[in-house]
């Protein structure tokens, strides 16, 4: 094993683990691009690809013969097993080249290798199938780490490569993935090979490196090295000649201030790039970020746009850079957005091909604030942040380049090429349909247990992102953790939330914009339950219930709607009240009135917001005992007795009570909320839905 120490990369080979794969290449190829896929200096999620190639048995002659295991199409080196990858024959695939036609042919290639397939249950070969399979070497590694393309994007790159690493690594310029670049990266080593020079990788202009080894081990060092010898060279070349990005433009800003001012800013942002579809957010001051956003270089790197193509594929071809100064300035931000949208109009229209798909979304993805940070949008949350992690891989990129010499970007049409590529198109194509409320952002109060916790539930299941919240920090933990084992971490923020206290509401409509961008949709659904007679009722109780149920309920929509107000495109409060809201019982005057007020503030909310498009609905449930805290602090013992039964028997008198004879669970409360947020009623508000069973008195005349 290496006994070299690395700084600018993570060496994670476990000698343990590999032996146990000794005698199988397939498993080591997929534990080394693990390993390679687990440190974002050296890939993206998504990007790079790996190979190995071995004899195997031929499952209709039984002869042996040689096999090429690769990354297949849209995998990801970080969490790939066997069944991500594509299996070719070598020979079929070396015999293609008696068929290819040339560059404008290089789509078609792809089609034909399904002739080339072993294994047939493997993954659908991609692009770079080729570029692995016409070089001769057993094991190879392919990598878009930030200190190569930093070289390869320079305007001497070709230059600094030779004379870094002595002519071993060799150079092959800009050219789109495909048939033909495979064929120019054998030339360049068997040309190299002529001149006696055993080349040990190939470095690809603007794009990425190629690196290989005899074994999965050697491969794993090999391209450490040459990835660490880029990273010191531009680490002892920084600060040299002049200043990182020409030094700082615009001052940093406290933390705090920072994250305040973004979480403001996140709404009004998401509205004008929801202009087609909604979006979901993601924010980034990270320190790399602040150094680029406020440095003096930013006006004259960020139209470049970046260079690598799985950078631009997932950033646009250049970010929308804003005026800090101007952010709350209406007329400023419409101008912004419409000047970005008309500049990447033209440049669809300048760059088209004939058989270009149709111009996709115009709005910005990546959008950068000097003194505040970094915002991305995207359909989804994990798109989002993928974005703002290729695009702080770029700005990694045009740092290391501007410190040796001059950032090059790809020029505009090379950049259209791959961004409208007919193989991405069918891609897109092939994505599964959104999710009813994919790109929506969901509140939900009182969401770590019962009725909230339900709903959250729903929400999630159904695509959207939810805040998770609560009083109780141990029971929104337990939560929490729940939620991120079965939704991911892109799909689940959680905070504490206090629905009587207005800065408490504030916090968590700031982590929900930090969070997702914003908030579209707000159940108010935290309350308690207590049951008293008028002449035991203490007014300290009835405070308890006005507080929680009908001052919460205010704070937390007024809260809401002003974050929605900024987006621009409406959303909905859904209230979950109770059919106490209208049915009179014994010893419920404070919780029952407390429901009525909800009820009414629903519809009195309806009346106002109709012009914002935002929808406000009611769910009235009734005896919802499973999971719901209401049943605690004495409410169950208290309707026991107002019914002359013991709680013991109370879920079943509440079903007996009912015309459907049934036991109203969370699920069913959560399932009436979809309903009105789902987008079948989207012309539905000040509405009132009862999910009691069927409880006649309950009925809305």
Not at 122 to 144: N, Q, V, W, Y
Not at 299 to 321: E, M, N, Q, W, Y
Not at 425 to 432: F, G, I, N, S, V
Request: proline share 4%.
């Amino acid at each position: 094993m290496t006994t070299q120490t690395y700084k600018h990369v993570s060496w994670l080979w476990d000698e343990t683990k590999a032996a146990e794969l000794a005698n199988d290449e397939v498993g080591l190829l997929v534990y080394r691009s693990n390993l390679l896929g687990a440190d974002l200096r050296l890939t993206n999620y998504g990007g790079g690809n790996t190979s190995c190639k071995a004899p195997a048995q031929d499952p209709l002659s039984g002869k042996t013969v040689d096999v090429m295991w690769v990354k297949g199409s849209g995998g990801d080196l970080g969490t790939m097993t066997r069944s991500g990858l594509a299996a070719l024959y070598l020979d079929r695939l070396h015999s293609l080249r008696q068929v290819y036609r040339g560059l404008e042919h290089e789509d078609e290639m792809v089609e034909l290798f399904n002739h080339c397939i072993y294994d047939l249950a493997s993954k659908a070969p991609s692009i770079d199938t080729p570029l692995h399979g016409f070089l001769p070497f057993r094991h190879i590694d392919h990598l878009h780490p930030d200190a190569a393309i930093a070289i390869a994007a320079a305007k001497d790159g070709q230059r600094i490569t030779r004379e870094l690493f002595g002519g071993t690594v060799g150079w092959v310029g800009w050219q789109r993935p495909g048939f033909d670049l495979g064929l120019q990266m054998l030339e360049c080593l068997e040309e190299n090979a002529r001149q006696g020079i055993a080349l040990r990788g190939i470095m690809l202009g603007s794009h990425g490196l190629f690196s290989w080894g005899d074994t999965a081990y050697d491969s794993y060092v090999n391209t450490l090295d040459i990835i660490e010898q880029c990273a010191t060279y531009l680490a002892e070349q920084e600060g040299r000649s002049r200043p990182v990005f020409g030094g700082v433009k615009t001052p940093d800003t406290d933390a705090t201030e920072r994250q305040v001012r973004a979480a403001a800013l996140a709404p009004v942002l998401r509205g004008r790039c929801s202009s087609q579809q909604k979006m979901i957010g993601h924010f980034s001051d990270d320190e790399r970020v602040l150094q680029f956003v406020n440095s003096q270089d930013l006006a004259r790197l960020a139209p470049l746009g970046t260079s690598c193509p799985d950078h631009f594929l997932r950033t646009k071809i250049a970010p929308l850079v804003l005026d800090p100064s101007q952010t709350d300035d209406t007329a400023y931000l419409d101008q912004a957005f419409e000047a970005y949208r008309s500049g990447y109009r033209q440049y669809y229209d300048t760059c088209r091909r004939p058989n270009s798909p149709a111009m996709r979304d115009p709005n910005p993805v990546v959008i950068l604030v000097p003194g505040i940070g970094m915002f991305t949008f995207a359909k989804d949350k994990t798109t989002a942040r993928l974005a703002a992690e290729y695009y702080t891989n770029a700005i990694n990129v045009m740092r290391g380049a501007e410190t040796v010499s001059e950032y090059t970007a790809l020029p505009r049409q090379e950049a259209f090429d791959i961004e409208y590529w007919l193989l991405e198109e069918a891609k897109l194509q092939r994505l599964p349909k959104p999710k009813p409320l994919s790109g929506r952002v969901a509140l939900v109060t009182g969401s770590a247990g019962g009725i909230g916790k339900a709903i959250a539930r729903k929400f999630a299941e159904e695509g959207a992102c939810v805040l998770l919240n609560d009083l109780n920090t141990e029971r929104l933990e337990e939560a929490k953790a729940a939620f991120l084992k079965q939704f991911g971490k892109d799909a689940v923020a959680a905070t504490t939330l206090n629905v009587t206290d207005a800065s408490s509401i504030e916090a968590a409509m700031q982590a929900a914009a930090l969070a997702f961008g914003g908030v579209d949709i707000v159940v108010n659904n935290a309350g308690i339950s207590i049951s008293q007679s008028l002449t035991d009722h203490s007014e300290e109780n009835w405070d308890k219930l006005y507080d929680i149920l009908v001052k919460g309920q205010f704070l937390v929509s007024q809260a809401g709607v002003r974050v929605m107000q900024k987006q621009g495109f409406g959303g909905d409060i859904v209230n979950i009240v109770s059919k106490n809201a209208v049915v009179a019982g014994p010893n419920n005057a404070g919780y029952g009135s407390a429901k009525a007020a909800q009820a009414h503030l629903t519809r009195l909310l309806a009346a106002e917001l109709g012009p914002d498009r935002i929808r406000v609905n009611t769910v009235n449930p009734d005896a919802v005992i499973a999971g719901s805290n209401i049943w605690s602090g004495g409410w169950a013992e208290g309707r026991a007795k107002a019914y002359g039964i013991t709680v013991e028997e109370l879920p079943a008198y509440y079903a007996k009570r009912t015309l459907l004879n049934e036991i109203i669970l969370p699920e069913d409360i959560a399932n009436a909320c979809f309903v009105f947020v789902g987008g079948m009623l989207n012309k539905s508000t000040g509405n009132a839905l009862n999910v009691d069973g069927g409880v006649a008195m309950g009925f809305y005349r």
